[in-house]
């Protein structure tokens, strides 16, 4: 039974970075892609990053050259980097594991932590 959980998220400003941790039990990292989306208020969750288990990885273009997604499969942890961050960022930021897909489809992904609360003022 896998299992997800995010962490580092936290209120910053404009032009701050910051680092967000997926934490995976249950289950072997290696066997999943593995995304992260993000929903803000009054938005559907929508796709940010995915990297897969050559390490391949595509982001959405809005966050390009900005985030980086990566993975430590013996440590089971999966990382988002964020640089120069916007107040339109302000998001709960979620990864979920896709054993199939290296998708940007929320309905590719068959387990879900339970979000991180990211705010970006002005």
């Known amino acids: 039974q896998v299992q997800l959980a995010e962490s580092g998220g936290r209120s910053v400003e404009t032009g701050d970075s910051l680092k967000l941790t997926c934490a995976v039990s249950?289950?072997?990292?290696?066997?999943?892609?593995m995304g992260w989306f993000r929903q803000a208020p009054s938005k559907e969750r929508e796709f940010v990053a995915i990297i897969n288990w050559r390490a391949q990885t595509y982001y959405t273009e809005s966050v390009k050259g900005r985030f980086t997604i990566s993975r430590d499969n013996a440590g089971n942890t999966v990382y988002l980097e964020m640089n120069g961050l916007r107040p339109n960022d302000t998001a709960v930021y979620s990864c979920g594991a896709s054993k199939q897909h290296f998708s940007p489809d929320v309905d590719d992904y068959q387990y879900w932590g339970q979000g991180t609360q990211v705010t970006v003022s002005s």
């Open positions: 249950g289950g072997a990292l290696s066997d999943y892609s």
